[in-house]
């Protein structure tokens, strides 16, 4: 995601487009015809349309809450001696709850991830990353107890999901001329690009079936 998001900047600064990185906003201000926005360092920026795409960031800017932020563990294996791990190299995903996915590498290794809890604070989800290891380590030996596996790397990490797992695109009537392109339940770059689609058929005067599908409304 962070390679691919880096590709668009590339490719779009070539037709016009500038980056402003590290440039926080302060506040938003919805104005009759246009958004003024003002920086931490005190610019002002004027436009005729606002599309926020920040993610969990996103949410002060909105009247309801509409995203339930959850912890996830991962861990990866040291390399396996074998380029066929199991049928076919698939990828294995879990329909329980808690879920539990697995993937194989390039480099022969066997990624496992889930065990979500709800987030608290990062301190809280980080703490717990030693023994969610243990947890996914037991879990795979449930499935594959041939197969011996040896934490390489873990990690933890935060992600969004909705009530009804579907994306929020579209405008609320509390902040005139701005848009939101809320890609959350585990399908982002996929509804984020239904978003994008959206959003800039609706500037451009056009109507998108997406903008009632996943509106706020809904």
Do not use: M
Not at 136 to 147: G, N, R, Y
Not at 155 to 182: M, V
């Amino acid at each position: 995601a962070y390679k691919f998001t880096h590709e668009l900047f590339i490719s779009n600064t070539k037709k016009g487009l500038n980056v402003f990185d590290n440039t926080e906003i302060k506040s938003i201000e919805n104005k009759k015809r246009s958004v003024r926005l003002t920086t931490a360092a005190g610019n002002i920026i004027t436009a005729k349309k606002l599309v926020i795409a920040c993610g969990y960031e996103s949410q002060k800017y909105l009247t309801r809450n509409v995203e339930n932020l959850k912890s996830t563990y991962a861990i990866v294996s040291e390399p396996l001696n074998t380029n066929k791990i199991w049928y076919q190299n698939c990828l294995i995903w879990e329909t329980a709850d808690p879920y539990l996915y697995l993937r194989t590498t390039k480099d022969k290794r066997i990624l496992i991830g889930g065990k979500d809890e709800k987030f608290l604070n990062a301190y809280h989800r980080d703490s717990k990353i030693h023994a969610k290891t243990k947890l996914l380590e037991k879990s795979f030996a449930q499935l594959f107890p041939e197969i011996i596996f040896k934490t390489d790397f873990q990690w933890a990490g935060t992600f969004s999901t909705t009530k009804d797992g579907l994306p929020f695109i579209g405008e609320i009537s509390q902040r005139p001329h701005t848009y939101f392109a809320l890609g959350f339940g585990g399908n982002g770059i996929t509804y984020s690009l239904i978003a994008a689609q959206a959003i800039t058929q609706n500037i451009l005067g056009k109507k998108h079936e997406a903008l009632k599908l996943f509106s706020f409304d809904r």
